[in-house]
């Protein structure tokens, strides 16, 4: 028989499929048990934003039409929100879509790009499916400021002549490491115009506002910067699949060019602009958010467990052991959480921020997990 595999090209033949948080009707298969709680995929334990719901239950009799391949109207209210023009905009399912979307406009097996270890999975798959070479940068260590964090300096000096994205994520996904605005308005400075700086910004809005960094607001400063959003965690829509970038104009220009048509659905695009001016539900979220990660936080510190302190909607903790018996552990008693051996953190669980009755449920398991 053909080995397909041998078919793709050399960069696709050494990827490994990118692994997701295990679903609740898996588990019931496996194990048959009810009452499951998810604290894996770092979902809004709210829900939905009800604005959103509300926006999308007329469409129901239209789904035999196909969707603004332009997405005029959530654009416009994008546009808007953030204020700059629509022809900043570019529209991606999830903003993974978009992640992507830039790798294969900008890179090929000619150049290289620059992401820290330990951050979001998708960029090293972007980046090597097309065939370009990807420079890991060693993360900061637990004991320095940013436990686990991003290592602006040593990116900064791994730029060359091949360079041409940097991914950063902040916060940071799994980690929940963030950088400070100082510290990232300086990096953007030293780095060159050719190159594009990708600022992944999918987790902003739960951060505290005191310390939130808008890279947005940058924009007109830095031609080559590009601010990802999404959807999926703060607004509640990760169902949908509905994310999008910032750039300058021409950035937007040559990334649309590759666009698939459609790549949003109808009801997605509906939905995201309803959920946009739902500010109630966003601070609503950035409570029940800050009330679980606190309540989780104490219960590490009592057990003596170390952590990265979050800005996300979820906790990387470490176990200083094999963190697979403590998944499984977990896992027989109802609750899924994601290991992270895959980001080379083999002792660490990454666990999703759920309602104060689910953060409950699994303080009180830990101490029998960690036992």
């Not at 697979?324 to 660490?348: D, K």
Request: net charge negative; with cysteine; proline share 6%.
């Amino acid at each position: 028989m053909t080995d397909f595999k041998a078919l793709a090209v050399p960069g696709v033949q050494k990827l490994n499929p990118y692994v997701p948080g295990k679903p609740i009707s898996e588990l019931e298969r496996e194990l048959g048990i009810e009452n499951i709680i998810k604290l894996a995929s770092n979902e809004n334990p709210l829900g939905p934003s009800p604005k959103a719901m509300a926006a999308i239950a007329p469409l129901m009799s239209e789904l035999a039409l196909y969707p603004d391949g332009n997405g005029f109207e959530l654009k416009k209210a994008l546009a808007e929100k953030h204020g700059v023009g629509m022809d900043q905009i570019t529209l991606g399912n999830g903003s993974n879509d978009v992640l992507v979307l830039l790798a294969e406009a900008f890179l090929s097996a000619a150049h290289n790009a620059i992401y820290s270890q330990y951050s979001f999975a998708v960029y090293p798959i972007a980046i090597q499916a097309i065939g370009a070479t990807h420079k890991m940068i060693p993360a900061l260590g637990w004991d320095s400021d940013s436990p686990l964090g991003c290592d602006l300096d040593a990116m900064a000096a791994a730029i060359d002549a091949q360079t041409r994205l940097i991914f950063i994520a902040n916060p940071n996904n799994p980690t929940g490491s963030f950088l400070t605005k100082q510290a990232l308005y300086n990096f953007i400075q030293q780095v060159p115009e050719d190159v594009i700086v990708v600022l992944d910004e999918a987790y902003l809005e739960y951060s505290p506002e005191s310390m939130r960094v808008d890279g947005s607001l940058w924009l007109s400063e830095f031609p080559n910067l590009v601010v990802t959003r999404t959807f999926s965690k703060a607004y509640g829509l990760a169902g949908l699949r509905v994310g999008y970038s910032l750039s300058h104009p021409d950035i937007a220009n040559v990334i649309n060019r590759i666009r698939q048509p459609f790549n949003v659905n109808s009801l997605a695009l509906k939905a995201a602009e309803a959920a946009i001016d739902d500010a109630d539900f966003i601070q609503k979220s950035m409570a029940v958010n800050a009330k679980g990660l606190e309540l989780l936080c104490d219960c590490c510190d009592e057990l003596k467990l170390r952590y990265v302190p979050s800005k996300g909607n979820f906790l990387l903790v470490d176990f200083a052991q094999d963190a697979m018996p403590i998944y499984e552990h977990l896992l027989h008693n109802g609750i899924i959480t994601r290991p992270v051996a895959n980001y080379g953190l083999p002792n660490s669980l990454r666990i999703t921020i759920g309602s104060e009755n689910q953060i409950q449920r699994l303080i009180n398991l830990l101490p029998t997990a960690v036992a």
